[in-house]
């Protein structure tokens, strides 16, 4: 298996996952508006490059590889507050949306928990909603991770695809420390479990070797799970158990 391959049919394309058969690009975790709602709620002023960010490691990373696609799966959290849409949301949901649409062919956005209060926005732009989506030819299932409904289509699903957790790696070499977004594969239920790094640039994301997991489906141990680092590529460190 390529280092990049991280299950049959499914590529790792910088912080996307990448179908080549299905002409498919799934990433989410962007939490657009997310200065402004650390300004407001806890004082924490940030410059506003959250968005400039994701659209220029999208337009050079992920579609400057693939060219147009089929479909972009957006797996939750585009937006970042749980309540109202702020106006920093409403104006650039709208703008990432046209931005992504313009290279595909559909654009759907799996619910996620800060995804409660998106309607509006979908309805100004080419967003489809849904709560899961299944990709037939391979058996696989995007859902957020804030929680698992047992559909048909989980039921089928041999791979599931979450965000939610934001999962990130710690690598120390003596006492120099550096941390990295990162990929995580194991099992859950008997199924292959995959899990995105956030694709948010204000956080790198959780360690996931000693801080605690959000998602039901990562409440066991992870040391069996595998791991891919993100820097100029993924990098394949092995099992999670390993690392410490």
């Not at 991280?6 to 990433?27: S, V, Y």
């Not at 619910?111 to 509006?120: A, E, L, S, V």
Request: with cysteine; proline share 3%.
């Amino acid at each position: 298996m390529a280092e990049n391959e991280i299950a049959p049919g499914i590529e790792i394309l910088d912080l996307a996952l990448w179908l080549p058969g299905e002409r498919t690009l799934i990433f989410g975790d962007l939490h657009l508006g997310i200065e402004e709602a650390m300004n407001l709620r806890e004082g924490v002023l940030l410059p506003r490059k959250n968005f400039e960010d994701i659209k220029k490691r999208l337009k050079e990373k992920v579609f400057g590889v693939t060219g147009r696609v089929k479909r972009v799966i957006i797996n939750g959290d585009l937006k970042h507050e749980f309540g109202a849409i702020s106006k920093q949301e409403w104006k650039e949901v709208i703008q990432m949306v046209q931005f992504i649409a313009e290279r595909c062919d559909e654009v759907l956005l799996v619910k996620g928990n800060h995804d409660r209060i998106i309607g509006p926005l979908a309805g100004w732009s080419r967003l489809k909603l849904v709560d899961e989506f299944y990709i037939t030819d391979i058996h696989c299932l995007a859902l957020h991770g804030h929680e698992v409904k047992n559909s048909e289509s989980y039921k089928k699903a041999k791979i599931l695809v979450m965000c939610h957790d934001h999962p990130a790696i710690t690598i120390r070499e003596g006492a120099k420390a550096e941390t990295y977004k990162a990929f995580l594969k194991g099992t859950y239920n008997g199924k292959t479990l995959i899990v995105l790094p956030s694709l948010n640039s204000v956080r790198i994301g959780t360690n996931i070797a000693n801080e605690q997991t959000l998602s039901p489906m990562l409440k066991g141990s992870l040391k069996e799970f595998e791991v891919w680092a993100v820097e100029d590529k993924p990098y394949y460190f092995g099992k999670l158990g390993g690392l410490g």
